[in-house]
């Protein structure tokens, strides 16, 4: 079974805090990689997606990288503020089109 | 609005009725998706439209479950006969479509319909 891990299951951190987020899986034909963030009772918002031949993406704040070799994406948060917390998810697609999803990381960040 | 839409956002069922989702996909998107999120969990897919074809129904889990898109952009979920464990968080994603390895086939989310099976 296609399985995506997201590490850690939740994380508190305090404002101003530089963080990564993991997501590994176990499908190494994938096409690309996305990474959202889901806040409570809402959709997912599009942060950052990554094609299977780039190695990293840039949003802001944001930088995402990809390791398809040894099945690892991080989500690297500069200078978190209170607004990031949100639950983080990754997930990625492939030849099918639809998306494989990790279960997330609850972000909270304290002012 | 420019993004995907969904609707009703929250529906209240008895089990065994019939419930209807729909979703408006962005404008000019030729792939439309569903996917079912559980509380705590990750969103799982459910089928996969390009156009007005049906190409991926595997993640669909009973024949109670059925979806179309006739006209290749609205969309409607329909499940039958409800069950308490359709209870759900049912989100629909649209994206341009492009196939291959390097394309960019991001997928854009709408809100969700929250449904309740009582």
């Known amino acids: 079974k296609q399985e995506v891990t997201q590490i850690p299951a939740a994380l508190s951190v305090p404002e101003g805090e530089n963080l990564v987020l993991n997501c590994s899986f176990t499908?190494?034909?994938?096409?690309?990689l996305q990474w959202f963030r889901q806040d409570p009772g809402k959709g997912l918002t599009s942060l950052l997606l990554i094609q299977s031949s780039q190695r990293e993406q840039t949003s802001g704040r944001l930088n995402a990288s990809l390791d398809k070799s040894s099945g690892r994406s991080t989500l690297y948060i500069a200078a978190s503020q209170p607004g990031d917390s949100a639950t983080y998810l990754c997930a990625y697609g492939g030849a099918t089109n639809k998306l494989i999803f990790g279960t997330g990381t609850l972000l909270a960040v304290q002012p | 609005g420019a993004g995907v839409s969904q609707s009703p956002r929250y529906k209240v069922a008895k089990r065994g009725q019939d419930v209807a989702l729909r979703c408006d996909p962005i404008s000019g998107h030729v792939s439309l998706f569903w996917y079912q999120q559980a509380l705590g969990q990750g969103p799982e897919f459910l089928t996969y439209?390009?156009?007005?074809?049906?190409?991926?129904k595997s993640g669909l889990p009973s024949d109670r479950f059925f979806a179309e898109r006739p006209e290749g952009s609205v969309s409607t979920l329909k499940i039958q006969r409800t069950q308490q464990e359709d209870s759900a968080v049912y989100l629909c994603a649209s994206s341009l479509g492009y196939r291959g390895p390097r394309s960019g086939n991001e997928q854009f989310f709408g809100p969700g319909t929250r449904l309740t099976v009582l």
């Open positions: 499908d190494s034909a994938i096409y690309n």
């Open positions: 439209f390009q156009n007005e074809a049906q190409l991926d």
